[in-house]
């Protein structure tokens, strides 16, 4: 079977950062996504990896170990409105489909 | 910036009932897609589409659910006959090529069977 896991929930405070990890196991890789989304909205695209290492885009980064089966997403100077649910997501080929994690329920406090 | 539009926002029907849910993918994009998300839980794939035809499609993508691209602009997702475990929020995302990695969802169709 093809899974991914991520924590279920994870609380922080303003202006702290934060990292979320996902580890997958699928029958092959593409790339993974990490994707945004508030009180069932649409998934927003935050940031992806194909290569291992890290991607920065503002205040968010994410990293990728294939020899691992891991990464992880990095939330900086975290911010109320960063409250969300966040996916990790894999898919196998170049445009198809995406595996989603559980998702990660982010509380941020003040 | 173009987005992934959909329509309804929300459906309510009964069941046994055929839906037909609307998605304007974004232009210029090649390979479009159906998600649902079932409240709580995480997004289910459903089916990818490709020039003009399936390319894929996920166990849950049985004979009561179909696809169509009847213009150049919209692509639909039927469902033949509802079923109560069919409630959820219905995602479209489109894809535009090589040229990113990135899928574009669409805000949804909440799809509520009574």
């Known amino acids: 079977g093809q899974s991914l896991e991520q924590p279920s929930e994870v609380t922080a405070v303003e202006g702290a950062i934060v990292q979320i990890n996902c580890t997958y196991q699928?029958?092959?890789?593409?790339?993974l996504s990490w994707y945004q989304q508030h009180d069932g909205g649409a998934p927003t695209f935050l940031s992806y990896n194909g290569l291992d290492g890290l991607e920065e885009t503002g205040r968010f980064s994410s990293f990728l170990s294939r020899s691992d089966s891991y990464g992880y997403l990095l939330l900086q100077e975290l911010q109320m409105k960063d409250s969300a649910s966040y996916f990790c997501a894999v898919n196998n080929n170049q445009g198809g489909k995406l595996i989603f994690g559980q998702g990660t329920e982010l509380s941020v406090k003040p | 910036e173009p987005e992934v539009t959909q329509t309804p926002s929300h459906q309510v029907t009964q069941m046994g009932q055929e839906v037909i849910l609307r998605c304007v993918p974004i232009s210029n994009h090649l390979y479009f897609y159906w998600y649902r998300q079932i409240l709580g839980q995480k997004v289910e794939f459903l089916v990818s589409f490709y020039n003009n035809e399936i390319s894929e499609k996920s166990e849950i993508f049985d004979d009561q659910f179909s696809v169509e691209r009847p213009d150049g602009s919209n692509f639909t997702l039927k469902i033949r006959s509802t079923k109560l475990e069919d409630s959820a929020m219905y995602f479209c995302a489109s894809y535009p090529g090589p040229s990113t990695d990135t899928q574009y969802f669409g805000p949804g169709t909440r799809l509520t069977v009574l």
């Open positions: 699928t029958s092959g890789f593409y790339g």
